[in-house]
């Protein structure tokens, strides 16, 4: 049976949009709230909606800068159905189905609040849209993140109402709006909106906080997947362990640290690899040490595994916070409450904007991209005779030289790890004034987001070049180190490497060896694979 959801305002987490959105879970509305939100309509429409009625913003004036302009009740269809079609102004190539589903699901709940005004024949469109899988085409550009979504949510709209020009995707094909509600057995096809319907649906946040947590779950995997090929780096230059006693961490007193440093011994546990033992054995490359001396420490991107990666688990901590009370905000505007008089009241503020948002994808941003900065840093050492304690140059077989070995793959990875760099520039403080200055700060949220989804999709790729290499270096080294065994976690990793990829003693076609890897990480499948032998990583 598919999961159902059920919204209420409140309790929607990350992880439940990513089920809706991934993996064709279903929503449905608390009875509470579809009573709240029922109750509210009516008296909107029993003292609000006449034309003897006091002016309120979006039920019977124009919005933005025509706030000043009265709408007679009689052409308030009219006025609905225009503000869909001159909304619908995104540009680009279209969300991803998964963002759309998870952007449905966030409006939704934002309406079981019961502070939005418009009517439940609305909020129930929506969901029979979301739960029969008809996924608007929605534009990714043209959002500032200013009054909301205002662009993208209303290509959203336009599919609701049926317009015959708006498209949606249904059992995999791009089609019509009517087309696919009608495939979708959603009736009427052509559905006219209200005073309030439209100014509710369209002035949210609601895409830019689907991609967001749906960036945040990815984000988050990533970081413990880099734990995992951190810890096989380590096995692959013998690295020692003294730098992930407990001790030190809870010295330091950050929390992302000490969980770090936690996974980094759980997925080593039982190495001999990174014992004195193996360390004694002298690679022929190993031209820095020509006698064996206690190692003393190793580089910072090994040692310092834990201050890095849990300095950013730490930011994405923060950031999940932030984006779980967006998916239980209520961003339209205005917002209607209950005086004490029982009495309705309405508020015109400012809760479509996207600022929270925007930071928390910035520091997304730049936390994925420190984790790629130190993959790179650890693969390159890898490579590297003079850092690696005597691996081949280059990862190369022999003899080196007619052998070009791994130097170019991981030029590749600093390619890709500058890249995130140039994406780190804060959204956030970028603002640009719209709409005849009505909108004067803009957030820059949507954009926030999509450029962290960059960086989230290209650090696999350096991941996956890290485990590769890392396996490389066992790989080549069986000879003088066969005998000392990986760690728990670390020897499923690498078995799972050594089956993917096709390792031989010479230089071989790169993609071939590339391809798998970075799959491996794309997919999570070395972070699955420690988890299911040593449980959950922190």
Known sequence: MTRIVRLDGASLTIEDVVQIARHGAGVEIDPTCRGEIIRVRDYIEREWLSDGAAPVYGFNTGVGKLKDFAIAQADNDRFQLNIVLSHCAGIGEPAP???VRAMLAIRINAFCQGVSGLRIEVVDRLVEMLNRGVHP??????????????????????VLIGHEAAEAWFEGERMSAPRALAKAGISPTSFALAAKDCLALINGNSLCAAMAALNIHDAERQARQADVAGALSLEAIRGELAAFDPRIHLARRQSGQIDVAANIRRIVAGSERTSEAARMVHLADDVIHPAYAPRVQDQYSFRCMPQVHGSC?????????????????????????????GVLE??????????????????VSMSLAEIGNISERRLFALCDSTLSYGLPPNLAGSPPGLNSGYAVISCSAAAIASENKGL????????????????????????????????????PKIIGIELMLAARAIYVTE????????????????????????????D?????QTGPAIRIATQGVALDLVERGIGPLQ
């Open 97 to 99: 189905q998964d963002v």
């Open 137 to 158: 085409v929605v534009p990714l550009q043209g959002s500032v993140g200013a009054s909301g979504d205002l662009a993208p949510l209303a290509h959203v709209v336009s």
């Open 313 to 341: 688990r730490d930011n994405l901590a923060y950031a999940r916070t932030l984006i779980t009370n967006e998916l239980n905000a209520a961003t339209d505007n205005p917002l209607v409450f209950w005086g004490a008089d």
């Open 346 to 363: 309405f508020l015109s503020g400012g809760n479509f904007h996207c600022e929270p948002i925007a930071f928390a994808m910035d520091i």
């Open 424 to 459: 780190c520039f804060p959204a956030s403080v970028d603002t640009i004034p719209t709409k005849s200055n009505q909108e004067d700060h803009v957030s820059m949220a949507t954009w926030a987001c999509r450029k962290a989804r960059q960086i989230i999709d290209n650090v």
């Open 479 to 506: 000879p003088q180190l066969g005998g000392f065994a990986l760690g728990l976690g670390t020897d499923a990793v690498y078995r799972a490497l050594r089956e993917a990829i096709p390792f031989c003693p010479e």
């Open 508 to 512: 071989s076609y790169m993609p071939g």
